[in-house]
């Protein structure tokens, strides 16, 4: 919250003029006070607001106008509800007119006005709660996950927001922290209802620049086994040039033991080389899955040896290499889909508000980082870089639609803001 901010909301919450009765030599004499608009500064943890208040007061003969300070120094605090107030309000009256002796028989009034004003100023909370609920509403909505014949989802379930120690530097800043544990669920299986913010947690640190999350996506193996399959011609391959009739079909993907197996439905007539049979059998090749440049491969799919000797016994061990070739070439499955929605989820759902609030995110890096096989499916761990910044007034110009969204969503604050 920039100082300018802050003043702006302290200037709309304290009375800007007033009135009232004093005793005075045995009876009331009435008086009227206005100020100039609020000054804030920061300094030794606290905030210092100053205003010049006139005192305008009927005497039995004449009037008289009586300038005088007012000076309020509080310490801003943020509470587990994730309220904005000023607490320790300490207020001081002085003023620099000459009339000394005048002015002390006035500071009755000037004790009334500078209590009026400081009661605003501590009675003045600002409530962050709709914009930390909205960004933790958007963080744990679910990134929805292709799959083939299914629906799975990655969510980012948030366990707890944190807090660092306020700091006072030309306005009020602090670092904020959601705690998430990534998931994937299949089939995709949402929350009914969205959790209610945690309370918020004070910790003496929380780390600061740009955070990192790691977000799992998944790939089915039936996705895979489909870009193989896409190679074959009305569900077949004619591999071999000795055996020009034998075929490949029915291409099946599957894990074992942290690897995948390729299962190849070999049949077909072979009738050459001193070879007179009806071939009707499958082959397995065996490889490991590897991450190149967002695409999931298996750069060492090799025959088993039961499938390379059954080549060898065809007199085909080259059409077995033809074989293992094409099928690393057409084993590929592009990630690039799925980190799109990741890359929304950082920046685009990241970024809501208005001009009077709102909050920020930038996707600066994404990076796949692990695979894992499980029975069903791929996992891969996508490592994001990213930042991510709210600003009351708002400092950075929102693209088109996210105000609007927000004016949806976002509840008015106890006080308006500036």
């Known amino acids: 919250m920039s100082g300018a901010g802050l003043r702006q909301s302290l200037d709309l919450a304290a009375p800007l003029s007033g009135s009232g009765s004093f005793p005075m030599l045995g009876s009331e004499r009435p008086y009227q006070w206005v100020r100039v608009p609020l000054s804030v500064t920061f300094g030794s943890g606290k905030v210092e607001v100053k205003t010049v208040a006139v005192a305008h007061i009927d005497l039995p003969v004449s009037s008289v106008d009586v300038p005088f300070n007012v000076t309020i120094t509080s310490e801003p605090v943020i509470s587990n509800a994730y309220v904005l107030k000023l607490q320790g309000v300490d207020v001081k009256v002085s003023s620099d007119d000459k009339r000394l002796k005048l002015v002390e028989q006035f500071m009755d009034v000037f004790g009334i006005v500078a209590g009026q004003i400081s009661l605003k100023v501590q009675d003045f909370s600002y409530d962050l709660r709709p914009l930390l609920e ?19 989802c990655a969510e980012l379930h948030v366990l707890s927001v944190e807090a660092a120690p306020l700091i006072l530097a030309d306005g009020l800043e602090r670092d904020f922290a959601l705690v998430v544990a990534p998931s994937v669920t299949i089939p995709c299986t949402p ?53 020009p009739k034998l075929y490949l079909e029915k291409p099946e993907l599957y894990e074992s033991s942290g690897a995948l197996v390729l299962k190849l439905h070999i049949a077909g007539p072979v009738h050459e080389l001193g070879i007179d049979t009806d071939i009707n059998g499958d082959l397995y090749l065996v490889g490991h899955p590897s991450l190149v440049d967002n695409e999931i491969s298996l750069p060492d799919l090799e025959p088993t040896i039961e499938t390379s000797n059954f080549l060898l016994s065809l007199k085909a ?102």
């Open 191 to 243: 929350q009914a209802e969205a959790a209610p913010l945690p309370p918020l947690q004070n910790v003496a640190a929380v780390p600061t620049g740009p955070f990192t999350v790691t977000i799992p996506v998944v790939a089915a193996y039936a996705e895979l086994t489909k870009s193989l399959a896409s190679t074959f011609t009305d569900g077949k391959l004619f591999f071999s040039a000795e055996h």
């Open 134 to 152: 909205q960004a933790c509403t958007r963080v744990a909505k679910p990134i929805e996950l292709p799959l083939e014949g299914a629906s799975g």
């Open 317 to 418: 061990l080259k059409d077995g290499d033809r074989i293992k070739e094409d099928a690393r070439k057409a084993l590929r499955l592009d990630l690039s889909a799925r980190l799109k929605p990741v890359r929304e989820k950082l920046s685009s759902e990241l970024t809501f508000g208005d001009e009077k609030q709102c909050l920020v995110g930038n996707l600066d890096k994404l990076e796949l980082t692990e695979l894992h096989t499980h029975q069903a499916y791929l996992r891969v761990s996508v490592l994001a870089t990213a930042r991510a910044s709210a600003s009351l007034p708002c400092l950075t110009p929102l693209p088109p639609g996210a105000a609007s969204e927000a004016e949806k969503t976002m509840r008015t604050p106890a006080v308006p803001p500036p």
